[in-house]
T-cell receptor
Framework: DTGVSQDPRHKITKRGQNVTFRCDPISEHNRLYWYRQTLGQGPEFLTYFQNEAQLEKSRLLSDRFSAERPKGSFSTLEIQRTEQGDSAMYLC?????????????FGPGTRLTVL | GESVGLHLPTLSVQEGDNSIINCAYSNSASDYFIWYKQESGKGPQFIIDIRSNMDKRQGQRVTVLLNKTVKHLSLQIAATQPGDSAVYFCAEYPGDMLTFGGGTRLMVKP
């Protein structure tokens, strides 16, 4: 499978715990995006990387959230001291930005439930 | 599986009929648009895209129409099949990030 993969697919945690999600983009894609999606809504942008550089962060990304893409390949999204409001689907997407083309392909998502 | 979009607008069509899903976008500077399909418990799947220098683009059984004057996109699905049942999102690209509109749930009746 050469698509975007995410791990784990589901995570249940207790409030106050830390969680980390992983995303493996499509090989050779230079951009990697993280989104959050709640029921009934479209995905909301959180942050993105071009290669290993984190270029933009949404105001939705509080200080408890941190993302890395250390070698410009896979990325991790960590949420510290989780809150019930963090319960959502966390989606990763990747793209090969060339000129003005930036078609993003999504992974299956990680469903986070905070009890 | 888990459902996406419990309170979304819903379009119900008969199998074999054509479907038209509409979307209003917000940013007149957007120059690239994408339609995504999202099935329950899955991530959004790319369907078709269009650039602002075009007003129509066709794919396999799908057509996207763009009306920049009124900032409106539509997705037409020909001969709708049960497998087309999903939530459909349009997304606009004014610069460096995609902005998604509210979705529409398509239900196909056999």
């Amino acid at each position: 499978d050469t698509g975007v993969s995410q791990d784990p697919r589901h995570k249940i945690t207790k409030r106050g715990q830390n969680v980390t999600f992983r995303c493996d983009p499509i090989s050779e894609h230079n951009r990697l995006y993280w989104y959050r999606q709640t029921l009934g809504q479209g995905p909301e942008f959180l942050t993105y990387f071009q290669n290993e550089a984190q270029l933009e962060k949404s105001r939705l990304l509080s200080d408890r959230f941190s993302a890395e893409r250390p070698k410009g390949s896979f990325s991790t999204l960590e949420i510290q001291r989780t809150e019930q409001g963090d319960s959502a689907m966390y989606l990763c997407a990747s793209s090969l930005r060339t000129g003005r083309s930036d078609t993003q392909y999504f992974g299956p998502g990680t469903r986070l439930t905070v009890l | 599986g888990e459902s996406v979009g419990l309170h979304l607008p819903t379009l119900s069509v008969q199998e074999g009929d054509n479907s038209i899903i509409n979307c209003a976008y917000s940013n007149s500077a957007s120059d690239y648009f994408i339609w995504y399909k999202q099935e329950s418990g899955k991530g959004p799947q790319f369907i078709i895209d269009i650039r602002s220098n075009m007003d129509k683009r066709q794919g396999q059984r799908v057509t996207v129409l763009l009306n920049k004057t009124v900032k409106h996109l539509s997705l037409q699905i020909a001969a709708t099949q049960p497998g087309d049942s999903a939530v459909y999102f349009c997304a606009e690209y004014p610069g460096d990030m995609l902005t998604f509109g509210g979705g529409t749930r398509l239900m196909v009746k056999p």
